[in-house]
């Protein structure tokens, strides 16, 4: 990119200028910083062993056009007479069109180029327990793309489906390494048979063979894992998020504080008034309800709304603490029926997200007492609390929101904020607050 930079800069102002300086100094700083934060956006530094060349170009354009836009954008802001930087704009990203995919391609030759000089197929054992292993060499041999043979498994006892394949007991590996001209050995033993174990890994650093560990992590039902090392320790962490990365988490934080900050001056400044006079005229009590949910790791935040109800015996936490809204609810004030049609009622949370308590999208606090009921019933419902809780969310937009009626209906929902967790990223965090919009203006049914 800087390369692509010097020559446009070249084409268009028919000097070479190094050290660059002034504004083009400026905007090439503020190219490489906006294109990093594009790429990482639309996931274009994975491995190219992830993506075809073809994906990986579908995934360049976008970059490349999100980031010609947020450049022009910034320069609009910052920079007078932007007509003179134009051209320069435009044969820079014009470069940039032509020479990263070549460069692209030709990293992927290498790459290639490389992998050629190895050969490509590897022998391997599986050394473990009758089902484990026969289990893992049924499924390597039915995934075409490894670049592995499985030559067979080693187990005390063989199982009856992969008779053909057992090459006998694991004391014989010795031999087996040596016959069959073994590349790699797997091993598949539970932690409590160390004997064995201990021998397995003796036979393969006297024989040269590398040695690798395999688990089942699929009865913990683990939907995605990282692997890395604490004090010289592998360490497996059976769910990994997006958001556990600490760069998205910034920039999730960023945008929320963006948006909250327009929503607050061009919405918030002239609505909460004229709403809090409409409230007060409209019932006695306090403009805002306040009610104790749970927030990021079970934390209790202080869950602003516009009040909405009927004051009972003076305690409006009394009055959906325990017994949330359903429809036709008599405790509902005819303002607070279009505050709730709406969604207005929510309004007030982006000050929970200014504190950093919530977030403008993630799944929704529950009051404690329906999250005390359902946090024993209802699986996996606790990692809802890996992430900040949101004004909207996923469940929301896909029908699920209001009242809880059943296990069911709860379960659905913690599906949905799962995905959303697992599959975060920026452009989901945008597509969720549109379909938000579209829904307030469609109306809900569920909203009430």
Known sequence: MFFCFLVANRMVTGVWAFPIQGIPINLLLGSLLTWYVCARMFHFFISVTLFSFSQEMTIFIRVIFLHLLILVFLMALFVEQLEFYRNLLLVYHSLLL???????????????????????????VVVGTADQGANFYRSGMLINNLRFLIVGYLADTPTTQLAENYLGPIETLVEVLQDKNIDEVFLALPNSQVEQINYVVDCCEKQKVQLSVINDFNRLDAASMRV?????????????????????????????????????????????????????????????????????????????????????????????????????????????????????????????????????????????????????????????????????????????????????????????????????????????????????????????
Not at 99 to 121: C, L, N
């Open 98 to 124: 032509l020479v990263i995919p070549f460069v692209k391609y030709f990293y992927r030759v290498i790459i290639a180029f490389i992998r050629s000089q190895y050969k490509y197929v590897r022998n391997i």
């Open 228 to 448: 890395t090392s604490y004090a010289g320790f592998p360490v497996v962490g059976l769910r990994y998020f997006p958001l556990d990365d600490p760069e998205n988490r910034f920039f999730k934080r960023v945008f929320d504080v963006f948006f909250s900050l327009l929503v607050m001056i061009f919405l918030m400044s002239w609505l909460v008034p004229l709403l809090a006079l409409l409230i007060k005229l409209n019932s006695k009590g306090p403009v805002f309800f306040i009610q104790d949910r749970w927030g990021l790791n079970n934390k209790r935040i202080r869950c602003l709304k516009f009040r909405t109800m009927r004051l009972q015996n003076g305690q409006v936490n009394a009055v959906s603490e325990f017994f949330p809204a359903s429809k036709n609810d008599p405790r509902v004030t005819s303002l607070g029926k279009i505050l709730r049609k709406t969604s207005v009622d929510e309004l007030p949370q982006f000050i929970n997200v200014l504190l950093g308590d919530m977030s403008v999208v993630g799944p929704r606090p529950h009051p404690i007492p329906l999250s005390l009921e359902s946090k024993d019933v209802v699986q996996h419902y606790m990692l809802r609390h890996l992430v900040k809780p949101g004004i909207t969310g996923w469940a929301q937009v896909n029908g699920s929101r209001g009242e809880v009626q059943s296990q069911f209906e709860m379960r659905t929902r913690v599906v949905f904020d799962l995905w959303y967790i697992e599959n975060w990223s920026f452009w989901l965090d945008c597509q969720i607050i549109f379909q938000t919009i579209v829904n307030l203006i469609k109306g809900d049914e569920k909203a009430y």
